[in-house]
């Protein structure tokens, strides 16, 4: 697993800011990773603007985002049907 | 006013997603801006990645998301007191 740790994916959903800081955090200490890629979908971009933001400004300063993407994924619904949905991902490396 | 055209902002709000939608084609089309763009804060980010997503797969394919910016603002609540909001700056180019 030594490969996965260089780049560590972590999804941010809905849950609270603060449960994503700290998996970003633990990646690049404990996980000795030296980039993090923060992905999301729909609301939940806001959410990881913040968890970037936060990892940067007040925990990791010598991390810098690296490369922001945005694209648009297809979701299907439970009756089938499919909808357009706008994801992020933030690239945090050491 | 020449000057102003090659580079127009669109402050991404609370409104429905169309309205800015119209207003960033609207740069593009009549007001001949070669870059638009969008800025937002807090929760309207995830607004700003939609837009940005549908002006570019639906309705002007050749322009490109040439940069996106995120920051932290420090915002004066009503009562006086502080409180820090991301920010976002995509950059559309035709």
């Known amino acids: 697993m030594a490969e996965n740790n260089e780049k ?3 999804y941010i959903g809905s849950k609270p800011q ?9 990646q690049f200490n404990e996980g000795n990773a030296e980039e993090v890629v923060l992905k ?3 609301r939940a971009i806001s959410r990881t603007v913040d968890v970037a933001e936060i990892v940067k400004n ?5 991390i ?13 619904r439970e009756d089938g049907s499919t909808s357009n949905v706008s994801a992020i991902e933030i690239t945090l490396r050491k």
Chains 1, 2 share one sequence.
Request: aromatic letters at 6%; hydrophobic letters at 40%; zero cysteines.
């Open 64 to 76: 810098k985002i690296d490369d922001i993407k945005t694209s648009t994924e297809q979701m299907t």
């Open 8 to 10: 560590d994916v972590v």
């Open 18 to 26: 603060m449960s994503y800081v700290l998996a970003v955090i633990t």
């Open 40 to 42: 999301a979908r729909g």
């Open 58 to 62: 007040k925990f990791i300063p010598d």
